[in-house]
């Protein structure tokens, strides 16, 4: 077990040092600085896509993020547009400052779910003629929330002309308190890995994007479209085709921070990532064979992350908890460590060192160096997420402490989602004639 469990740890070793390198590289253009206000204001669209407004109040909330911080750095030429699935939502939202796309029922198209509804936005903006190069559109979920720096980061963007599809990182730091308390700690992961997002958007095509904080030239969304077929990340499709058709220079990064809540309890959590996992899978076929190998490597992890959690867990449960839980073998070791403690001298470290096989001189750097990234990872995207929350740093403190002791659940609750869907998604291929469609989970706001 303990090789095993040794095997899926190395596993993780190139994703570590891509990792420590990512945020080396990228900490200084990951949230931007510049926040000078100069007029020369392009018009952006703010596009909220919700599949209802009516049953997901936190859409109002996020328009009026919108409005006040407009206010706040005096830019007016903007639009807020909800793209949704409820026709009542146009009641609801009768006095907020928004237009109200209701999909049209009949509306048919090759894509599904949200790609369905974010064709139907294209195709109503090309009917209006709005799909111009003077005109962009910044994407939102339901509760995404923006914030001063977040307008003023995509109007430096567009400013200088640096690409014409770009992103930021997102902080999860709404509803922190309301949510389960894994389901919170785990989002930490996610403004962690959002270094990489830099590189991804940088230096494309990008394996992965984010469906919200996504800043897109209209008339290149109208050329792009969302008519990607049966797939549940769209997102991702949508980067590779704008890399495909314009090229290396085309995608960017402008820094801008939103704000979003993580899942509220574990169903939740659960489904939103099995999505993501059977998004990729869908689109696999989809990419070239050179894309389709980093996807596949990139999957693989994940899907090992479990397998390394599971075996590491019942080691450690299998071998020292029966131990910790009798009071004879406590006892015993207090003494024994004791004893141990009061002879420690250089020679016997020496003496340890020397005793050792290569092999466990070469593995014990490499696994000391992977465990600490792994715990790192969840201690910076917790700074992250609340950095930008009100609460108290005693109770900050206290969930950093909370976040190290719950890492081993925490990494079996994360990576379990993609264990399952991968199986899940080749089990249930096997047994019918098409890649069967899944239903598009609603996750709580």
Not at 417 to 433: C, L, N, Q, S
Request: one cysteine or more; proline letters at 5%; hydrophobic letters at 40%.
């Amino acid at each position: 077990m303990i090789a095993v469990a040794t095997f899926f740890w190395l596993s993780y070793v190139p994703i570590a040092i891509l990792s420590v390198w990512r945020i080396l590289r990228n900490r200084k253009v990951f949230v931007e600085q510049d926040l000078r206000r100069i007029h020369n204001d392009p018009a952006i669209i703010f596009q909220i896509t919700t599949r209802s407004a009516t049953r997901t109040p936190v859409v109002k909330r996020g328009i009026l993020s919108i409005t006040n911080s407009a206010q706040k750095v005096n830019f007016y030429n903007y639009q807020i547009s909800v793209v949704t699935d409820d026709p009542d939502d146009v009641r609801t939202l009768t006095n907020e400052k928004c237009e109200v796309v209701a999909v049209d029922n009949d509306f048919r198209t090759n894509a599904i779910k949200k790609g369905r509804a974010l064709q139907y936005a294209v195709e109503h903006r090309r009917r209006v003629g709005i799909n111009t190069s003077k005109q962009w559109i910044f994407h939102m979920d339901d509760e995404s929330y923006v914030t001063p720096q977040t307008i003023l980061a995509l109007l430096k963007f567009i400013r200088e002309g640096k690409g014409i599809a770009s992103e930021g990182p997102i902080f999860y730091r709404l509803k922190f308190e309301s949510a389960n308390r894994l389901t919170a700690i785990a989002e930490s992961i996610r403004p962690f890995a959002c270094y990489d997002c830099v590189s991804q958007m940088t230096h494309p095509p990008p394996l992965h994007m984010h469906g919200s904080n996504l800043l897109v030239r209209s008339d290149i969304e109208d050329d792009i479209e969302w008519n990607f077929g049966p797939t549940l990340a769209e997102d991702q499709m949508f980067g590779f085709k704008v890399y495909e058709k314009y090229g290396r220079g085309s995608m960017g990064w402008h820094g801008g921070i939103l704000l979003e809540q993580p899942p509220l309890n574990l169903k939740d959590h659960f489904f939103q990532r099995r999505r993501w996992i059977l998004g990729t899978i869908q689109n696999l076929q989809k990419f070239p064979r050179w894309h389709r190998y980093k996807l596949i490597f990139k999957s693989i992890t994940y899907f090992l992350g479990f397998a390394s959690a599971a075996a590491s867990a019942a080691f450690s449960v299998n071998n020292y908890l029966p131990m910790l839980l009798s009071p004879s073998y406590l006892n015993y070791n207090i003494v024994t460590w004791q004893s141990k403690l009061s002879t420690l001298s250089l020679d016997t470290i020496t003496n340890s060192i020397a005793s050792a096989s290569p092999v466990e001189l070469w593995i014990a750097p490499i696994m000391l160096f992977t465990s600490l990234v792994w715990l790192a990872s969840y201690q910076t995207g917790l700074f992250l997420n609340l950095r930008y929350s009100k609460i108290g740093w005693a109770k900050r403190l206290l969930l950093h402490v909370q976040t190290l002791l719950l890492c081993p659940i925490i990494g079996l609750v994360e990576t379990f989602p993609a264990f399952w869907a991968t199986i899940e998604y080749g089990v249930k291929k096997r047994t019918t004639e098409k890649t069967p469609i899944y239903d598009f989970y609603v996750i709580s706001k």
